[in-house]
């Protein structure tokens, strides 16, 4: 049996729900969806009991606020989003139990841009093409195929466990992704690296970067780095006016286009899954979470790291979201 | 146009693009749709999903499952060792679509840098021969289409310079030799010809044809575009509404080899 746990006060820029996302639709051109911040969501889920990939509830810089319908078990990740419970600061990257009459509120991002809130049991809502994901664009999956609204109820499936059992737990401060504004993002090159001249290359890495105001789900566009340079290659071959074109290929989750050469955008969890421009490399799935809580205005800086290493770094960052690494 | 080998391409962390040419219409796609079908039924383990292009398969991996050498390892055998496929299963679909006027404003303009006669003549060139399906993707759903005309009663046409901010769900655009259906409301670059009132996408799978997955089309289907008056455009909107719709679907085998012959002048 579920129960109406929360109701939407307040939705803030964008809430909704997430999972890991949705996979084996790319073909179909449905995109993952699924939380920015995957390690958060990770987290949050397993500070009350839920399984892994379990649903959770995503805001965007300015968070959402909630009544409390039902004594329950919730936990808080991610991005620094000031919360209260009533009038008490609600604990981050820890479950807490509220009460129902409890207000919930998640203020503007301090630091970071996503923040995590999950609810013991889970969030009962449809599974859509296996996954309880919101593809806002696509009006698919999640709560009624959008983001949240005022008077929406979420409802939750039974919890693993008693209340008192599921709250109090925290997450290992070592295991506490950093805050820090400055990013260092690591990427693999290719698929059309070698479309690219060596200077384009050394730009792309050697650049001070910041995320611009065009930012959301879809893909993250970076600024203030010089003009990429394209191989001679890119001139030859057919692919459309502009070198940056290339005869239209799959985009793999986090890729990164140059259209023109100006802006590399990064295209992510709800973004296309073809199209037709230069990609020069592409986000390793660790760092899609962390590019996940940057803001318009960060910096960041590009790294490069071989398919070997970011497998490794996945291993390594998989390894930490495990119940080991919570403390009460 | 083919590559003496196809290219196996690092595309991330998690994928590879296996690229057959540099080129993109038919044949690249067949072959595309041929590899493809031959990686999966191999099943290798930690294989997620591929997406395909009309030059390239791009495969999707678990590295916690399997590692990128060993992956291209794995799909170059199967390349090297696949036997020349002459056909492979492709539904005949059939939607029906209002060409020109308030619905295709862009005919006119087509049908003048094809130099046709009329709009008449351009919409019959578009729907005299099934499209191949050799995209889904962009948006939900969203097919690249290519006629199976033969190449002197294709029509071209350049895009947009600017691309407009809207465009309706059910518009036919047509940019390059391409044929596009908008299955959102989104930006686009095609030029509207014509407007298909039925849905090829329905996120919330009202009509019988959509239980099991919101999305009709899939690369290697043939879509036959059947003309309509405005009296029909109305009732199969009723239609669409009341969910009654029947799609007309057969299923056949598509060989590429009796194509490209039937085409020749």
């Known amino acids: 049996m579920s129960e109406e746990v929360l109701e939407v006060l307040e939705p803030g820029l964008l809430t909704s729900v997430q999972d890991l996302g949705r996979e084996g639709y790319q073909s179909f051109g449905i995109p993952p969806s699924g939380a920015m911040d995957s390690f958060a969501l990770r987290l949050c889920n397993l500070l009350v009991g839920n399984p892994d990939g379990e649903a959770g509830i995503e805001m965007t810089l300015m968070g959402a606020k909630f009544k409390v319908l039902k004594d329950w078990a919730i936990s808080f990740a991610g991005g620094d989003m000031p919360a209260k419970v009533n009038d008490i600061p609600l604990p981050r990257w820890q479950s807490t139990k509220v009460a129902a009459g409890d207000v919930l509120s998640f203020s503007l991002a301090k630091m970071g841009c996503r923040g995590y809130l999950c609810l013991a049991g889970g969030i009962d809502v449809p599974m859509i093409m296996g996954s309880k994901s919101t593809f806002i664009m696509g009006r698919m999956g999640g709560y009624r195929g959008r983001a949240m609204r005022k008077g929406d109820r979420l409802k939750a499936n039974e919890p693993s466990s008693s209340l008192d059992q599921l709250a109090g737990w925290k997450v290992k401060p070592d295991i506490i992704p950093s805050d820090k504004l400055e990013k260092e993002i690591r990427i693999v090159m290719?698929?059309?690296?070698?479309?690219?001249?060596?200077?384009?290359?050394?730009?792309?890495?050697?650049?001070?970067?910041?995320?611009?105001?065009?930012?959301?789900?879809?893909?993250?566009?970076?600024e203030g780095g010089g003009e990429t340079k394209f191989a001679d290659k890119a001139f030859t071959d057919i692919g459309g006016p502009d070198p940056s074109n290339i005869i239209d290929d799959g985009i793999p989750l986090g890729g990164i286009q140059i259209p023109g050469g100006i802006e590399p955008i990064s295209l992510l969890v709800d973004g296309p899954s073809a199209g037709g421009f230069v990609k020069i490399g592409c986000v390793i799935r660790p760092d899609i979470d962390r590019l996940g809580q940057a803001k318009t205005g960060d910096p960041i800086k590009f790294r490069q790291v071989s398919a070997e290493e970011a497998a490794q770094l996945l291993k390594d960052q998989l390894a930490l979201a495990d119940k080991k690494n919570l403390v009460r | 146009m083919f590559y003496d080998e196809p290219r196996f391409l690092i595309a991330g962390d998690r994928?590879?693009?296996?690229?057959?040419?540099?080129?993109?219409?038919?044949?690249?796609?067949?072959?595309?749709?041929?590899?493809?079908?031959?990686?999966?039924?191999?099943?290798?383990?930690?294989?997620?999903?591929?997406?395909?292009?009309?030059?390239?398969?791009?495969?999707?991996?678990?590295?916690?499952?399997?590692?990128?050498?060993?992956?291209?390892?794995?799909?170059?055998?199967?390349?090297?060792?696949?036997?020349?496929?002459?056909?492979?299963?492709?539904?005949?679909?059939?939607?029906?679509?209002?060409?020109?006027?308030?619905?295709?404003?862009?005919?006119?303009?087509?049908?003048?840098?094809?130099?046709?006669?009329?709009?008449?003549?351009?919409?019959?060139?578009?729907?005299?021969?099934?499209?191949?399906?050799?995209?889904?993707?962009?948006?939900?759903?969203?097919?690249?289409?290519?006629?199976?005309?033969?190449?002197?009663?294709?029509?071209?046409?350049?895009?947009?310079k600017i691309p407009r901010t809207y465009t309706p769900v059910g518009t036919l655009g047509h940019g390059g030799n391409i044929t596009s259906m908008y299955t959102l409301p989104s930006p686009g670059g095609y030029q509207k010809i014509a407007y298909c009132p039925v849905p090829i996408y329905d996120s919330f799978q009202r009509l019988d044809q959509f239980t099991d997955s919101p999305i009709l089309l899939q690369v290697g289907d043939r879509i036959r575009f059947r003309p309509i008056n405005d009296d029909e455009m109305d009732d199969l909107r009723q239609q669409v509404l009341e969910c009654s719709y029947q799609y007309k679907i057969e299923e056949e085998t598509f060989s590429l080899k009796e194509y490209l012959e039937s085409i020749k002048v």
């Open chain 1, 190 to 222: 290719g698929p059309q690296d070698d479309y690219v001249a060596q200077e384009g290359i050394d730009n792309f890495f050697g650049s001070n970067w910041r995320v611009s105001s065009k930012a959301d789900r879809m893909g993250y566009r970076f």
């Open chain 2, 15 to 160: 994928y590879i693009s296996v690229e057959v040419a540099n080129a993109m219409n038919i044949r690249t796609s067949f072959r595309v749709l041929a590899l493809d079908r031959a990686v999966k039924e191999a099943g290798i383990p930690g294989l997620v999903e591929t997406v395909l292009t009309y030059r390239a398969e791009m495969i999707y991996f678990d590295n916690q499952k399997i590692s990128i050498k060993d992956l291209i390892a794995e799909v170059k055998k199967i390349s090297d060792s696949m036997d020349k496929v002459e056909s492979v299963p492709s539904r005949l679909i059939e939607l029906p679509c209002r060409y020109g006027g308030k619905y295709g404003p862009d005919l006119e303009y087509v049908a003048e840098v094809n130099k046709l006669k009329n709009t008449d003549e351009a919409a019959e060139w578009h729907y005299s021969a099934p499209h191949w399906v050799g995209i889904v993707g962009f948006t939900p759903g969203h097919p690249f289409l290519m006629s199976l005309n033969p190449p002197n009663k294709m029509l071209n046409a350049p895009k947009y």
